[in-house]
Every structure is written in structure tokens, then in C-alpha cells.
T-cell receptor, first 116, second 112 residues
Framework: DAGVIQSPRHEVTEMGQEVTLRCKPI?????LFWYRQTMMRGLELLIYFNNNVPIDDSGMPEDRFSAKMPNASFSTLKIQPSEPRDSAVYFCASNDFGAGGPGELFFGEGSRLTVL | KQEVTQIPAALSVPEGENLVLNCSFTDSAIYNLQWFRQDPGKGLTSLLLIQSSQREQTSGRLNASLDKSSGRSTLYIAASQPGDSATYLCAANTGANSKLTFGKGITLSVRP
């Protein structure tokens, strides 16, 4: 398996622009997570999905952030409008949550966002 | 609310030394605990996953232990090498639907 695939790897944009980050989870995994990592705050969970349904979006900073998972193999995280303080590395991760509980979590390589 | 702490934030050791990285968590009702490695500019790579019913897991030179009652986990690295230099994060999985809480990580430097 190719692992969790994220795109783009790097994004530089200007304040006010819309940013869309994409993620393809590992095939067969039923849970998908979006994290944000900064030096100041470390890793923060933004939102996670189980069977394509958003379960907990309490980590989403504000209404400018939205996430969707239209099917089991694709998710997007959108920021509109973007602000300089959104600059961070955004990670997508997936695992399989079954009868035995949550399985091992696998991360993508991340999308490094810079908002000027 | 689960809180995960990793102290110290940074560690520097000479090559060949055996070392222990510590992780503590406040809520002992965890499903599992996972250790990750992160190299600069890269994503997180899973090293070991310990289920709540287990006491330890081993992979090569790595051994992770779990003591739920005391809220502690350790990652033991045997015969450290410069290639082990990275940031090591632990994460506790609490509650339904796989919600992981991460520590801030320990940045390890192994000197040749």
C-alpha cells in the first residue's frame, strides 16, 4: 500500500485566498484525521471522520476551516479565507477502528502551508 | 481531559548508549498508546503500538512499556546510533473513535 497520500506537499498563498488540502487514506481504513502542527502548539487534532462521517470537529479553529469526506478514499480540508496565522504543517492520518478498538495510526507526509 | 507529557524536551547522548524516553498521561482509561518518530520536515512514522492489555512491545532495538496504573510509558532504545536522531512522540488513545492525544515530543540527538 502507498500509505496516506497528501497533496500538495507545499503551498504558498496570500492572505485572503482559499486553500484546499487533499488526503487519500490507506485503503480499508475507516477513520481519518486531520492534524495541524506548529512549533508553538505541537500537534493539534482538527477533525476526525469515522466511516466518512465527521465525529468530532471541536478542534477546528473557526468557521474559516471546513472539512469533507465524500467517500472512503478522499478527504479535503479547506481554509477560506486564509490568514498568516494558519501557516503550519497539516497532516492527514488514518486507521482502522474495529471490534478490537482503534488500530495503529498512519500519517501522511504533510502539507506545509505558508500564508503571506 | 487527557494530557500527555514528555520530559525532557530534548536529549543528547553519545553513540552506543542505551536510553529511555519517558511519557506520562493523566487518564489511565486508554485503549492503547503509540510511539512515533518524526524526522525534520517529514511526517510521523509509527514505531510501536501497545494495547491497553499489554505491558510491552518490541521491534528491533526498540522496546516500549506501558503501566496504565501509574500513567506511564517508556521507549527504550538499545545501542543508540546517529540515525536514531529524531523527535519521538507518544500518543494516548482515549475514548471511542480513536481520538489520540499527543505529547510535544522529545528531540533526540545521538552524537557520533
Amino acid at each position: 500500500d502507498a500509505g496516506v497520500i497528501q497533496s500538495p506537499r507545499h503551498e504558498v498563498t496570500e492572505m485572503g485566498q482559499e486553500v484546499t488540502l487533499r488526503c487519500k487514506p490507506i485503503s480499508g481504513h475507516n477513520s481519518l484525521f486531520w492534524y495541524r502542527q506548529t512549533m508553538m502548539r505541537g500537534l493539534e487534532l482538527l477533525i476526525y471522520f469515522n466511516n466518512n462521517v465527521p465525529i468530532d470537529d471541536s478542534g477546528m479553529p473557526e468557521d474559516r476551516f471546513s472539512a469533507k469526506m465524500p467517500n472512503a478514499s478522499f478527504s479535503t480540508l479547506k481554509i477560506q479565507p486564509s490568514e498568516p496565522r494558519d501557516s503550519a504543517v497539516y497532516f492527514c492520518a488514518s486507521n482502522d477502528f474495529g471490534a478490537g478498538g482503534p488500530g495503529e495510526l498512519f500519517f501522511g507526509e504533510g502539507s506545509r502551508l505558508t500564508v503571506l | 481531559k487527557q494530557e500527555v507529557t514528555q520530559i525532557p524536551a530534548a536529549l543528547s547522548v553519545p553513540e552506543g548508549e542505551n536510553l529511555v524516553l519517558n511519557c506520562s498521561f493523566t487518564d489511565s482509561a486508554i485503549y492503547n498508546l503509540q510511539w512515533f518518530r518524526q524526522d525534520p520536515g517529514k511526517g510521523l512514522t509509527s514505531l510501536l503500538l501497545i494495547q491497553s492489555s499489554q505491558r510491552e512491545q518490541t521491534s528491533g532495538r526498540l522496546n516500549a512499556s506501558l503501566d496504565k496504573s501509574s500513567g506511564r510509558s517508556t521507549l527504550y532504545i538499545a545501542a543508540s546510533q546517529p540515525g536514531d536522531s529524531a523527535t519521538y512522540l507518544c500518543a494516548a488513545n482515549t475514548g471511542a473513535n480513536s481520538k489520540l492525544t499527543f505529547g510535544k515530543g522529545i528531540t533526540l540527538s545521538v552524537r557520533p
